[in-house]
């Protein structure tokens, strides 16, 4: 499916807002994910994305049929860590399915890497989340283990995976 990966605008809030919006993707991510995302919480990420260092951190729409329908990012790390940079993203649930994550994962990771002087670009899914690990795999990443009890979402424990993508 078409799609393009383009920098947020204001204009994408209330696109964000109604995708953003759902159980089915908030349980998958850090609670720092708002439940319900409302439109404050769309125009907070927005502008925390627009403000950021251009030289830390890549932070793209997922834009089909001119609207904003998922997220994803790349952002480096600090201290001992700055020569790696992690991975997120989440797309709006009538999307899934269509190889749109895969694709957009493979062009941010070779733009992140043209971009910023890092080595390595990880994700961190929970164990159970088939649909991002084989997106992860799909892209080249590799699973280098699983932290048992690693993460604790909604009242429970869950393992999660370390994947990892190297510079050529
Ligand atoms: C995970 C997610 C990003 C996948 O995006 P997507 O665009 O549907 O992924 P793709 O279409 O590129 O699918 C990649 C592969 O995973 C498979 N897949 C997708 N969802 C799956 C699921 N729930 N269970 C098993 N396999 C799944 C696809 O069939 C495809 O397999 P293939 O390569 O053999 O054809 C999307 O489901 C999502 O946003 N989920 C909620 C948020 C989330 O989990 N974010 C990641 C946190 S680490």
Known sequence: MNFEL??????????????????????WLRDAYPYPYTQKDAENYISSCLS?????????????DGSAVGSIGVFCCGDIYRRSAELGYWLAEE????????AA????CTAAFESFDIVRIYAEPFYDNAGSRKVLENAG????????????????????????????
């Open 6 to 27: 383009r920098e947020w605008t204001a204009q994408d809030i209330p696109s964000l807002a109604h995708y953003a919006d759902n159980e089915k993707i908030a349980r």
């Open 52 to 64: 950021a260092p251009k030289d830390k951190q890549l932070c793209r729409a997922i834009v089909v």
């Open 95 to 102: 999307f899934w399915g269509k190889g749109i994550m895969t």
């Open 105 to 108: 994962t493979k062009q941010i």
């Open 141 to 168: 990443f590799v699973l280098e283990g699983v932290m048992k009890n690693g993460v604790f979402k909604l009242g429970q424990l869950h393992d999660y995976c370390m994947y990892a993508l190297l510079r050529n």
